[in-house]
């Protein structure tokens, strides 16, 4: 991992978003590119009827580059310590006109970025996206993993990455991902498959676990891999089961055609998932 992409809002959920995307930089040495993405009000919907003030793109565009750049000068100040011996990751800034999917969607092309970070608010067990629809949009369509940082989550050594998978071959790739980020903290990576008895019985499953475990038995050298199944007839359940666990800092999934992120923050057992809202959760494209 070698770029990190955080977008904000300059809100305070988006700069606690910050801290942790520099802190998680600082330990695989990796840059730190900061983003904000405007709209010019005259191209905002209904803008014909509302008087706005006269700002063009120019005015915008300095506003948000005098915004980040305060920005990144408080971030620097508090991520970089005097300790030569402590990685001080190089932070840069950009904003351009555009959705947050947009800008984004662009930026991680143009410089080749590795993950992105940004950050959620939870209220009440019920867990809402900093940047609001943006937020979800990018997911539904994203293409490369998004980590997100929830409002009440602070940097700690990363120890344990729960990695919940239904344990097909395509998911391979992120594992390999995961191992990247475990291997700079020698953590522990636990590739979780929820299931039941008579799943696990299935023909066709057995077949694709064996190839899953051959595949990892071949490809993944990484020794602190360990397998766990949770036992349980519905995956809200499983997944509430699995962010109950304190040890736990931080939760892999890969969004598959919006099944599983439907589920997490939309099913019938969101208010369990208050906990959820403490962990950060890293999104992964289907492929």
């Not at 020794?223 to 809200?236: F, G, R």
Request: aromatic share 8%; net charge negative; hydrophobic share 45%.
């Amino acid at each position: 991992m070698k770029k990190i992409l955080i977008p904000t809002d300059f809100s305070v959920p988006a700069e606690n978003a910050a801290h942790y995307g520099i802190a998680l930089a600082k330990m695989a040495k990796a840059e730190v590119i900061l983003c904000h993405a405007f709209k010019v009000p005259a191209e905002a919907p209904m803008a014909a009827q509302v008087a706005w003030p006269l700002l063009d793109y120019t005015d915008m565009q300095q506003y948000a580059a005098s915004e980040l750049d305060k920005q990144v000068e408080k971030l620097t100040a508090s991520s970089c310590e005097r300790d030569t011996d402590i990685y001080c990751p190089a932070l840069s800034c950009e904003s351009d006109l555009g959705t947050v999917c947009d800008v984004v969607d662009r930026l991680v092309e143009e410089k080749q970025i590795d993950l992105v970070v940004m950050g959620m608010a939870g209220a009440g067990g019920l867990v809402q996206f900093v940047l609001g629809s943006n937020s979800r949009a990018m997911i539904e369509r994203l293409s490369y993993p998004v980590l997100l940082v929830p409002y009440e989550a602070s940097f700690k050594k990363i120890r344990k990455i729960v990695f919940a998978t239904d344990l097909n071959v395509d998911d391979l790739k992120p594992l390999k991902f995961l191992i990247g980020i475990a291997a700079c903290c020698n953590a522990v990576i636990v590739v979780m498959h929820i299931t039941d008895y008579e799943t696990q019985k299935n023909e066709e499953d057995q077949h694709r676990l064996e190839d899953f475990f051959e595949a990892v038995s071949t490809k993944i050298s990484y020794p602190k891999v360990k397998y766990e199944y949770v036992w349980n007839t519905n995956l809200d359940n499983g997944l509430a089961w699995m962010a109950e666990q304190k040890d736990v800092d931080l939760i892999a999934v890969v969004h598959q055609q919006h099944r599983l992120l439907d589920r997490i923050f939309n099913g019938s057992h969101t208010q369990k998932l208050a906990r959820r809202t403490q962990i950060p959760l890293l999104v992964f494209p289907e492929k």
